[in-house]
């Protein structure tokens, strides 16, 4: 363990890691493991949908709607039913959206700010609001409710889920607390799965806040690594848990199909109780008289239902696999012997969530920006930026082909090893 070397072998040490790290500077290398995006193999099997609607007659849904004109501002029902497999819900819950899931959150928050849920008074309206982030957590979330002015709680996570100790005390005792980011299924960037007793327990907890809400942003709920486990991760809907719970209108639950088909062109849905959806559909109205139906027939018709999704998504897992695996052995071979080092070893999901010894995720992230290897900034998994003890790193293996994450891997190896030794000579 580096710790447990005199400061004349961490010198020579430093001094071989220089030399190395030297030489991935030399070859001007350009990659990037910054943000969860598909690889082009992957979005090469998708290419088919975009035939699926080229016929006036492929234009019309089962109900026959002309899907060319206005209308239908919840969706196409057999959208609605194939997004409900995604949202573990009832399609008469279900509304469907453009492509993107974020703007769903984004206009959900927004109009719980300037107009309330439910009759409660606009969160704007309020001196204060505060808002949970489990952490280390999805960077976007944050950034969203800091947006609009929300005081960021930090919540650890567990291996079940975010700390319901934390959580319990924290909402039972500040009504100005409105509402948690959950992602429940191989979580960003950790990979957890919520345990039963953590989605019972978000459910039940008692809440000073009548307007409390579970943003329940289920963005990897179909996205398995390996086909045997699909069984064994399975998440209690958190809708059936609130309703069996006496409070039917606490949650609201995402998805979509950004990383199934296309993230720029894909479908995303909102699920909630009877009066929310209500709600929401009125708020939309107003804004839009409906979202691409062509788009929604397209992935109807490639896509078809819950298990032309499943079989759809083990294509993607045979080409993540290996570059997760890759990644676990990179990590496991080069830093096992640096010690202070853990990182997740995730069955589904998009990310591997690094932590390195304290104090240096931002030197180690630093160093390979400066060798040609982008990654996600050191504190992005933490409200404001700011890790506390400067040790998580995102690492998203997703887009480089094998050969080019085998490279970002070495540099990344490197470069922890080389602000360790820093920081533990500079001590």
């Known amino acids: 363990m580096y710790r447990d070397l005199s400061d004349t072998q961490l010198a020579e040490l430093k001094a071989t890691l220089d030399k ?5 500077q030399e070859q001007k290398l350009s990659l990037n ?16 949908m975009l035939t699926a609607v080229t016929e006036m007659e492929d234009c019309l849904a089962d109900d026959g709607t002309d899907c060319r004109n206005y209308g239908v501002v919840d969706g196409l029902p057999e959208a609605k039913a194939l997004m409900a497999t995604m949202l573990d819900d009832d399609p008469a819950n ?16 927004a109009r719980c700010h300037m107009f309330g849920t439910l009759g409660h008074t606009p969160w704007g309206k309020l001196p204060q609001v505060k808002w949970l982030c489990p952490s280390p957590g999805y960077d976007r979330h944050f950034g969203l409710t800091e947006h609009f002015g929300y005081e960021l ?12 100790n934390v959580v319990e005390e924290l909402v039972a005792n500040d009504p100005t607390i409105k509402g948690i980011w959950c992602v429940p299924k191989y979580s960003n960037p950790g990979g957890e799965v919520y345990s039963d007793e ?13 307007d409390f809400r579970i943003f329940w942003d289920n963005a990897y709920c179909v996205h398995y690594l390996y086909a045997e486990e699909d069984m064994q991760d399975t998440l209690k809907d958190v809708g059936e848990a609130c309703v069996a719970a006496g409070n039917p209108d606490r949650y609201f639950k995402f998805a979509s199909t950004s990383k199934v088909t296309f993230p720029g062109a894909g479908l995303s849905g909102f699920a909630a109780s009877p009066a929310n959806v209500a709600e929401t559909k009125a708020a939309m109205s107003v804004g839009t008289i409906g979202h691409d139906k062509l788009n929604q027939l397209r992935h109807v018709k490639f896509l078809k239902d819950a298990d032309g999704i499943a079989a759809h998504m083990q294509k993607h897992a045979k080409i993540l696999r290996p570059k997760f695996q890759l990644v676990q052995n990179a990590l496991k071979d080069g830093l096992s ?12 999901g998009y990310f591997i969530s690094f932590m390195g010894a304290p104090g240096t995720a931002k030197r ?22 700011k890790d506390p003890e400067d040790r998580n790193i995102r690492i998203a293996p997703t887009l480089p082909p094998l050969h080019e994450l085998q490279q970002a891997m070495e540099v990344f190896v490197c470069c922890n090893k080389l602000a360790t030794v820093e920081m533990l000579l500079a001590k």
């Open 20 to 24: 190395e790290y030297t030489g991935y």
């Open 33 to 48: 493991m910054a943000r969860g995006k598909p690889g082009a193999d992957q979005l090469d099997l998708s290419m088919p």
């Open 94 to 109: 279900v509304i469907v959206f453009g492509n993107s899931s974020l703007s769903i959150m984004h206009d959900t928050i």
């Open 153 to 164: 709680i930090t919540v650890p996570m567990t291996p079940d889920g975010p700390d319901m």
């Open 198 to 210: 953590t989605v019972e327990r978000l459910a039940s907890m008692k809440t000073a806040a009548e």
């Open 337 to 348: 012997e640096v010690g202070e080092c853990s990182w997740s070893e995730p069955r589904g």
């Open 364 to 385: 180690t992230v630093e160093l390979a920006k400066a060798a040609g290897v982008t990654m996600t900034g050191a504190g992005a998994t933490y409200p404001y930026k």
